[in-house]
């Protein structure tokens, strides 16, 4: 399985990001799917996290009503809508598939992608 992320680049504080997740060579709809997010010098954290079918989301804290993730099992794609960004929120955001679930823990997914650096000036 193999996951390519996308839709990074610099941006202003207050601006919006569209991240996209394509995954190959597995089924799509099998995994439960999750970003994660990696700040120099910080742990990998979560960020949010979507069923197998997209009817259950999960979020931290953080980004909670800024953030939405969402996916299309027909083009085989998730989708990280960032909306009010904040300079905290620069990082390299990786996706991630998870056969069990949907978890807030990086050491539960399955398959990563390689990640998408996402800056934001204030």
């Known amino acids: 399985v193999q996951l390519q992320a996308s839709g990074g680049g610099l941006v202003q504080a207050g601006a919006s990001l569209r991240l996209s997740c394509v995954v190959s060579g597995g089924t799509f709809s099998n995994y439960g799917m999750g970003w994660f997010r990696q700040a120099p010098g910080k742990e990998r954290e979560f960020v949010a996290g979507?069923?197998?079918?997209?009817?259950?989301?999960k979020y931290a804290d953080s980004v909670k009503g800024r953030f939405t993730i969402s996916r299309d099992n027909a083009k085989n794609t998730m989708y990280l809508q960032m909306n009010s960004l904040k300079s905290e929120d620069t990082a390299v955001y990786y996706c991630?598939?998870?056969?069990?679930?949907?978890?807030?823990?990086?050491?539960?997914?399955?398959?990563w992608g390689q990640g998408t650096q996402v800056t934001v000036s204030s």
């Open positions: 991630a598939a998870d056969r069990a679930g949907w978890g807030t823990r990086w050491i539960e997914y399955d398959y």
């Open positions: 979507i069923s197998w079918s997209g009817d259950r989301t």
